[in-house]
C-alpha cells in the first residue's frame, strides 16, 4: 500500500451508494459455437466508473489482506479511476507476474474482503485487472527489466505453470540464470493444458512465455523430470532446484465400467477440446466425438469447464453430477452461473457406480445412485450417503470424470530425500519453500494440493526468496519429514 492511499480522501458515502457497472460479455447462442473469450469485461470509461467505487479503505485494506499475493489494489483502482491504465497495471504487476491471468481467472479472493460485496456488491477488481493489463501489455510495458550485472548463478525450474513462472521471473531479475524443464510440448502449465481458452485466451499465457524468453529466461519443452533427467543431475548442473510440478494426476472412482471408449479423464479432455493442434502431444491429436448426451462427475472448475467445453464440442444435453447439494459445492459461483446460463444442467446428491457400454465398448448410459447429506466429514462439509434403492440409468454418449487432482509421485520416488507426504505432495515448509533436500524448492499445487493460479504465484514468490539467498549462501532450515501416509 502507497502512504498516499492511506490518506485518500474520497467521498465515501456516495462512492458506498454507487451501483456496480456491469461488465460485458458475449451473447450466449454466439459464445458457445466457438472457444473464445466469453467475458468482454470493461472499456475505459466503465473501468473508469466501476474504479471510482472503490472506498478507498484505510488501512489494514480487507482487499488487500484478501489477496494471497498481496496487491495494492487501492492504488490500482485509483489509478484506474484517473484514468492511469499503465501505471495501475504496474501496481498489479509488482506483486504478481499475471495480472492479464489472474484478471481473468482468478475467482477474486480479494472481491470476497470489498466492504462493498454486502451492499450492492464488490468492486469488480479482477475484470480491471484484465482491462488496465490488457491495455498495458498493448502499450509494450509489461516487459520484464533484468540487471546487467549477472550473478553467476544458474538455477533450475521444473514446471512452467504459475509458480515456475513466479520463480523464473524472480530469479532472472535478480540476475540469476534460469532454465525451465516442462513436460508439456509447451510451456504455461494448466494455464495452458487445462483452463479452457474461452475463459482465457491462450495468447495471454503466450505474451508472458515470450516476455521471460526476451529476458533471457531458457524453455526444455518435452522433458519430464525424473525420467529423462534427474533432480540429482539438475543440481549437478544448477546451484539451486526449483520443483513447481503441480498436481496433474486425476483421480478417478474405481467403479465399473471407467476403461470404456467415450469415458475421459478431464485434463486429456480438455486439452484435446481446447489446446490448439500444434501444442498437442501426438497421442492427443483427436478431438473427442462427444454425441449428444455428456454427462460430467464432479463439482468444482474443472467439472465446469468440461461442461462448456462439451457444449462447444456440439452436445446437445451437458450434465454435470454432484455428490453433494450446491452449497458445498467448490469452485468460482460466477463460472458456474455462466455455465448454467450455457445450457449446462447440475444435477445435486447424485453420483454414478456404474458405466455401461455396447456391443462395441463404447459408454451408453451409466447407473446412478441418490445421496443424501450426512454429518460433516473432514473438510468441514457434510458427508455425502448413498440412499439404498435409489439407483437409477441415466443414457449417455460421454462421460468425463472431473474428480479431482494429485502430483505425480514421480519425482518423490525418484528422488532419494524429497519428502513427500499425503499420496505424492512434497514435503516443504510453505512459509519458505525449502524441501527435505538440501538446494530444492518447491511451491505450487505440488506441495499445498490443487488449488489457484494465486496461491501458486503466492507461495512460490516465498519459495523464490528463500532461493534468493540460499544462492547468496545463506542457511535455509529443512522441514522435518511425515511418515507417508497411505491411500
Ligand atoms: C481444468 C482446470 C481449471 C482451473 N481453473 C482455474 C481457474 O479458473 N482459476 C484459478 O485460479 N485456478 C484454476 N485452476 C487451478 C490452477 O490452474 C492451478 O492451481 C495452478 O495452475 C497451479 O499452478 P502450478 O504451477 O502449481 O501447477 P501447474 O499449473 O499444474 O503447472 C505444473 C507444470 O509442471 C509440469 N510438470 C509436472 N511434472 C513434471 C516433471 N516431472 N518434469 C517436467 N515438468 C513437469 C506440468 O506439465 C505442468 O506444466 C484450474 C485447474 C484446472 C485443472
Not at 533432480?231 to 483421480?251: K, N, P, R, S
Request: glycine share 10%; aromatic share 6%; hydrophobic share 35%.
Amino acid at each position: 500500500m502507497s502512504s498516499e492511499t492511506a490518506y485518500r480522501k474520497v467521498d465515501r458515502s456516495g462512492r458506498a451508494n454507487q451501483e456496480p457497472v456491469p461488465y460485458l460479455k458475449r451473447d450466449i447462442a454466439e459464445r458457445i459455437c466457438d472457444f473464445e473469450e466469453v467475458i468482454l469485461g470493461y472499456d475505459g470509461e466503465l473501468a473508469e466508473d466501476e474504479a471510482s467505487r472503490c472506498m478507498q479503505c484505510p488501512d489494514p485494506q480487507p482487499c488487500t489482506l484478501s489477496c494471497p499475493a498481496g496487491n495494492d489494489i487501492p492504488e490500482a483502482l485509483w489509478l484506474t479511476s484517473q484514468g492511469k491504465y499503465v501505471e495501475a497495471a504496474l501496481v498489479f504487476a509488482a506483486t504478481s507476474p499475471l495480472p492479464e491471468v489472474c484478471g481473468r481467472v482468478c475467482p477474486n479472493l480479494c472481491q470476497q474482503g470489498c466492504v462493498l460485496g454486502k451492499r450492492y456488491g464488490a468492486v469488480s477488481i479482477g475484470k480491471l485487472e484484465a482491462f488496465v493489463s490488457d491495455v498495458a501489455r498493448e502499450a509494450g510495458a509489461l516487459t520484464i527489466k533484468v540487471p546487467e550485472q549477472k550473478t553467476g548463478k544458474h538455477v533450475a525450474v521444473v514446471g512452467s505453470g504459475p509458480a515456475g513462472i513466479t520463480v523464473a521471473e524472480d530469479m532472472i531479475k535478480l540476475g540469476h540464470e534460469v532454465t525451465v524443464y516442462e513436460s508439456w510440448p509447451e510451456a504455461g502449465g494448466v494455464l495452458v493444458y487445462g483452463i479452457p481458452a474461452f475463459k482465457l485466451d491462450k495468447r495471454v499465457v503466450g505474451y508472458k512465455i515470450q516476455d521471460l524468453r526476451d529476458a533471457g529466461v531458457t524453455f526444455i519443452t518435452n522433458t519430464r523430470v525424473g525420467q529423462d533427467i534427474m533432480v540429482e543431475d539438475l543440481q549437478h548442473e544448477y546451484d539451486a532446484v526449483f520443483l513447481g510440478t503441480g498436481a496433474g494426476i486425476e483421480a478417478t472412482m474405481s467403479i465399473p465400467g471407467e476403461d470404456l471408449d467415450g469415458v475421459w479423464k478431464s485434463t486429456d479432455y480438455l486439452v484435446r477440446a481446447n489446446v490448439k493442434e500444434a501444442y498437442r502431444p501426438e497421442d492427443k491429436k483427436v478431438v473427442p466425438d462427444v454425441g449428444k448426451r455428456v454427462a460430467i462427475i464432479g463439482g468444482g472448475d474443472t467439472a465446469v469447464d468440461c461442461a462448456r467445453s462439451s457444449i462447444r464440442l456440439g452436445a446437445e444435453e451437458v450434465t454435470i453430477v454432484y455428490r453433494r447439494t450446491e452449497a458445498e459445492m467448490p469452485g468460482n459461483k460466477s463460472e458456474r452461473y455462466i455455465c448454467v446460463e450455457e445450457g449446462t444442467q447440475i444435477n445435486y446428491l447424485q453420483a454414478p457406480v456404474e458405466y455401461i457400454g455396447d456391443e462395441n465398448g463404447r459408454v451408453k448410459a451409466m447407473k446412478v445412485i441418490k445421496m443424501e447429506l450426512g454429518e460433516p466429514d473432514a473438510s468441514g462439509r457434510r458427508r455425502p450417503i448413498t440412499i439404498e434403492g435409489s439407483e437409477f440409468i441415466q443414457e449417455v454418449d460421454t462421460v468425463v470424470l472431473a474428480v479431482g487432482y494429485w502430483p505425480d509421485p514421480l519425482l518423490g520416488d525418484k528422488t532419494e530425500n524429497l519428502a513427500t507426504h499425503n499420496w505424492g505432495l512434497i514435503l516443504a515448509d510453505e512459509a519458505v519453500g525449502a524441501t527435505t533436500r538440501e538446494g530444492v524448492f518447491a511451491a505450487g499445487d505440488n506441495v499445498h494440493g490443487p488449488d489457484l493460479v494465486i496461491t501458486a504465484v503466492a507461495s512460490a514468490h516465498k519459495a523464490a526468496s528463500s532461493m534468493a539467498a540460499y544462492l547468496e549462501g545463506k542457511s535455509i532450515a529443512l522441514p522435518t519429514p511425515k511418515p507417508r501416509r497411505k491411500k
